[in-house]
C-alpha cells in the first residue's frame, strides 16, 4: 500500500451531497402582527435554553443569541413593509429602492419585504437611516428608540463575531465595543443570564420601535392620509383598522403589558379628538 502525504493532515472529504434542498424549506403564513410575530418565535428560543442546558451546554446561548438578533432584524423587514402597503408617505420614500427580480418569483404575495433583501438591520445606522427615509422617524437622544438601539448595536458586534469567525472577537468589533486591550484572543461566552439580558434588550428595542411607528402612521393616518389621491374620500375607519392590525400586539394585551389599554376605535377616536398630539 503506497503512502500518499497529500492525505496526511486531516480526513478525506465524504461524498455527501444534499438528498433533497426542499426538505430544508417550508411555506410560512404569518397572520400575527409583526411584533407578535418577534414574540412568538422569541418565545420559542428562550424556552429551549434553561440554566441548566446552558451550563451543560455552554456552546448553545451565543447561537440563539444570533436567533435573537435574526428575530429582531425580520420584525423590521416585517413592519416597515406593512408601512409601504398602507401609508402613501412611506411609499414615496421607498420608491427609489431596488427591488430583486427574485421577489417577483419567491414571496410575491409581499413584494415589499424585496425591498429590504439586500439590507441587514443588525447595524443600528441602517436601522436609523431607514426610519428615517420612509417616515421621518429622527433617532436623537431623547426619543425613546435610542437607548435601546445602542444597546442592540453592542449585540450585533458580539454577532458578528459569532457568525463570522466561531466566537473570536475581530480587533474592530473589540474597539466598538471600547474593550480594554489584550494580548490575546477574546472569545464570546454567553451564558444563561447574559442570554435573558440580550433578549430583554432586543425586545425593548421593538417595543420602543413599536410605539414610535405607530405614533407617526396614526398621525399621517389622520392628517395626511386623506389628502393624498391614493386615499381621498375612502372611509377612514377602514384606514385606521389597517394602521391597528400592523401594529397592535394581543400578547401584550393578554399579559397586561400594555400601560394605556383602549380599543380600536376608542384610539382612533382619541387620535381625532386630539388631533394626534
Known amino acids: 500500500m503506497t503512502i ?16 433533497d434542498i426542499t426538505n430544508y424549506v417550508d411555506i410560512c403564513t404569518v397572520s400575527n402582527s409583526p411584533i407578535d410575530s418577534f414574540y412568538i418565535e422569541r418565545n420559542k428560543l428562550l424556552r429551549a435554553v434553561t440554566p441548566e442546558y446552558a451550563t451543560v451546554n455552554p456552546s448553545i446561548p451565543s447561537l440563539v443569541l444570533v436567533g435573537l438578533i435574526s428575530l429582531t432584524e425580520n420584525y423590521f423587514r416585517e413592519v416597515l413593509a406593512g408601512v409601504i402597503t398602507i401609508c402613501p408617505k412611506a411609499k414615496q420614500g421607498s420608491a427609489s429602492k431596488t427591488l430583486n427580480l427574485a421577489t417577483a418569483w419567491i414571496g410575491f404575495g409581499e413584494m415589499e419585504k424585496g ?35 445602542e444597546e442592540f448595536g453592542k449585540l450585533c458586534e458580539l454577532r458578528h463575531a459569532i457568525v463570522h469567525s466561531a466566537g473570536l472577537l475581530a480587533g474592530k468589533n473589540a474597539v466598538n465595543l471600547e474593550l ?21 434588550v432586543c425586545t425593548a428595542l421593538i417595543c420602543a420601535v413599536n410605539l414610535e411607528l405607530f405614533i407617526n402612521i396614526a398621525t399621517k393616518w389622520l392628517h395626511e392620509w386623506p389628502r393624498t389621491p391614493a386615499y381621498r374620500g375612502q372611509n377612514t375607519n377602514t384606514l385606521f383598522k389597517k394602521v391597528w392590525s400592523l401594529f397592535f400586539s394581543e400578547f401584550d394585551q393578554r399579559n397586561g403589558l400594555i400601560s394605556d389599554s ?7 377616536n382619541q387620535i381625532a379628538r386630539t388631533h394626534a398630539s
Open 180 to 200: 480594554p486591550s489584550s494580548r490575546n484572543s477574546l472569545k464570546i461566552e454567553v451564558g444563561y443570564s447574559e442570554l435573558q439580558e440580550a433578549a430583554e
Open 4 to 19: 500518499d502525504w497529500k492525505k496526511s493532515v486531516s480526513a478525506c472529504a465524504s461524498t455527501v451531497t444534499i438528498r
Open 115 to 149: 425591498a429590504f433583501e439586500n439590507t441587514s438591520f443588525s447595524d443600528p445606522k441602517v436601522v436609523k437611516k431607514n426610519l428615517l427615509d420612509l417616515v421621518g422617524i429622527k433617532v436623537t437622544g431623547v426619543n425613546q428608540i435610542s437607548t435601546p438601539l
Open 262 to 268: 383602549l380599543t380600536q376605535v376608542k384610539a382612533r
